[in-house]
């Protein structure tokens, strides 16, 4: 049974990655902690600002350690998904942080979330906001979960052509490449030939990475000028799509344009995953970001996605990983290390082809992430102005009709 910790809490949200689950014997006893519908879980410390309403598909799920939930009473007064809505104001936010105990990390407690102050519309009226805004929600979810599905594909092809070599395998062994038309599978050969560092498809080669790839390119940026920053907290630990970044003066760090990918170097972002596809930038514009980025960039014919796409592959992150050095909390992967990491280099015909596939795949995944970031901001725009009345219902709906539209 899955175990619902700060780390799971997203805005507005359980985040499943990596929960922590229990056996029936341990459930039957922590019954006091399960989860009910529309119960809202908040961290007890650190991000106080985060909450997650509890839906059908979690019904039963546990409260651990850390964590406090939310249960409205019997009186049939608010609504909870209006009221998880509420708490994610940034007024709201700000009382919260305002009234949590501790000098060095926040804590909350029941006692101060009892006494958030929430305006309460008429009971119709929070169903009806929660359902317009619910009705976001949804559409963001699905545009997430099609971009999950849309990076699997891809992830699926670079293992299949460059790890696997199964279209190579299966025209060695006189079969017709599954899922595969005939005019791509024709730029494969149908054989493997020796090479000082073993079998590789005849045609293609063995390169180290530093061969393959420019690692940290030069990219033009002057001390003190204003450019998009990227810091590590804002790269994500699955999926290309950095979440935020600001404007900020140029410092020491990482410099990259679009189409780069950023490789975290330092424990445990290494380990946690932390990369990033670099496609916020205007054209031309470059940007920068942590000191613990390593900047990847394929160089021709391998297409730009080709460095996210090894960025994470298992293999590649785990020879990452093992090849850290340095003192025990501060351990990094150095550039010449990283740079002797094998992969198997295409013939142009081929690379080409796999451009022609993925890139298509990136480019849909970036707009699917900017509309979702754009209902996300329409969403937290609409909510505090229909909960004040600055802003009637049906206007609201024409707002978001549009913006689906």
């Given at each position: 049974?899955?175990?619902?910790m700060?780390?799971?809490?997203?805005?507005?949200?359980?985040?499943?990655?990596g929960i922590?689950?229990i056996?029936?014997?341990?459930v039957?006893?922590?019954?006091?902690h399960?989860l009910q519908?529309?119960?809202?879980?908040?961290s007890?410390?650190?991000d106080?600002?985060?909450?997650?309403?509890?839906r059908?598909?979690?019904?039963?799920?546990?409260?651990g350690?850390?964590?406090?939930?939310?249960?409205?009473?019997?009186?049939r007064?608010?609504?909870a998904?209006?009221?998880?809505?509420?708490?994610?104001?940034?007024?709201?936010?700000?009382?919260?942080?305002?009234?949590?105990v501790?000098?060095?990390?926040?804590?909350?407690?029941?006692?101060?979330?009892?006494?958030?102050?929430?305006?309460?519309?008429?009971l119709?009226l929070?169903?009806?906001?929660?359902?317009?805004?619910g009705?976001?929600?949804?559409?963001?979810?699905?545009?997430?979960?099609?971009n999950?599905?849309l990076e699997?594909?891809?992830?699926?092809?670079f293992?299949s052509?460059?790890?696997?070599?199964?279209?190579?395998?299966?025209?060695?062994?006189?079969?017709?490449p599954?899922?595969?038309?005939?005019?791509?599978?024709?730029?494969?050969?149908?054989?493997?030939?020796?090479?000082?560092?073993g079998?590789?498809?005849?045609?293609?080669?063995?390169a180290?990475?530093?061969?393959?790839?420019?690692?940290?390119?030069?990219?033009?940026?002057?001390?003190?000028?204003?450019?998009?920053?990227?810091?590590?907290?804002?790269?994500?630990?699955s999926?290309?799509?950095?979440?935020?970044?600001?404007?900020?003066?140029?410092?020491?760090?990482?410099k990259?344009?679009?189409g780069?990918?950023?490789?975290a170097?330092?424990?445990?972002?290494?380990e946690?995953?932390?990369?990033?596809?670099?496609d916020?930038?205007?054209?031309g514009?470059?940007?920068?970001g942590?000191?613990?980025?390593i900047?990847?960039?394929?160089?021709?014919p391998?297409?730009?996605?080709?460095?996210?796409?090894?960025?994470?592959?298992?293999q590649?992150?785990?020879?990452?990983?093992?090849?850290m050095?340095?003192?025990s909390?501060?351990?990094?992967?150095?550039?010449d290390?990283?740079?002797r990491?094998?992969?198997a280099?295409p013939?142009?015909?081929?690379?080409?082809?796999?451009?022609?596939?993925v890139?298509?795949?990136?480019?849909?995944?970036?707009?699917?992430?900017?509309?979702a970031?754009?209902?996300?901001?329409?969403?937290?725009?609409?909510?505090?102005?229909?909960?004040?009345?600055q802003?009637?219902l049906?206007?609201?709906?024409?707002?978001?009709?549009?913006?689906?539209?």
């Open positions: 049974m899955p175990v619902v700060p780390t799971n809490i997203g805005d507005g949200g359980i985040a499943t990655e922590a689950r056996g029936q014997e341990d039957e006893r922590l019954q006091q399960k519908l529309d119960d809202i879980v908040f007890r410390r650190g106080v600002t985060k909450n997650a309403l509890v059908e598909h979690e019904v039963g799920w546990l409260c350690t850390g964590c406090l939930k939310v249960r409205l009473g019997d009186q007064i608010a609504d998904k209006f009221i998880s809505y509420c708490l994610r104001l940034p007024d709201t936010k700000e009382w919260l942080i305002r009234h949590a501790g000098a060095t990390m926040p804590n909350l407690n029941t006692g101060i979330l009892s006494v958030v102050p929430i305006t309460l519309p008429p119709s929070q169903v009806a906001i929660a359902e317009l805004l009705a976001l929600d949804d559409r963001i979810t699905l545009l997430r979960e099609t999950a599905t699997a594909i891809a992830q699926a092809l293992k052509w460059f790890v696997d070599f199964d279209t190579v395998l299966a025209k060695a062994e006189g079969r017709q599954e899922g595969m038309d005939a005019a791509t599978a024709a730029l494969f050969p149908d054989s493997f030939e020796e090479s000082e560092l079998l590789v498809p005849k045609g293609w080669r063995w180290a990475l530093a061969d393959a790839y420019e690692m940290n390119p030069a990219r033009k940026l002057k001390k003190g000028e204003v450019a998009p920053y990227l810091d590590m907290s804002s790269a994500p630990t999926g290309h799509c950095s979440e935020a970044y600001v404007q900020r003066e140029m410092g020491s760090g990482a990259f344009t679009n780069d990918t950023l490789l170097r330092i424990t445990p972002c290494l946690n995953g932390k990369s990033a596809f670099v916020f930038l205007d054209d514009q470059n940007g920068w942590s000191t613990e980025f900047v990847l960039r394929p160089k021709a391998l297409p730009e996605y080709h460095g996210y796409l090894l960025a994470r592959h298992t590649f992150r785990d020879f990452a990983v093992q090849c050095s340095g003192t909390g501060r351990q990094r992967i150095q550039n290390m990283l740079g990491f094998l992969l280099l013939t142009e015909s081929v690379a080409n082809a796999f451009s022609d596939f890139m298509p795949i990136q480019k849909s995944i970036t707009a699917n992430h900017k509309q970031q754009t209902l996300g901001l329409l969403r937290d725009t609409l909510l505090p102005r229909l909960i004040s009345g802003l009637r049906p206007d609201a709906e024409q707002s978001m009709s549009e913006a689906l539209t």
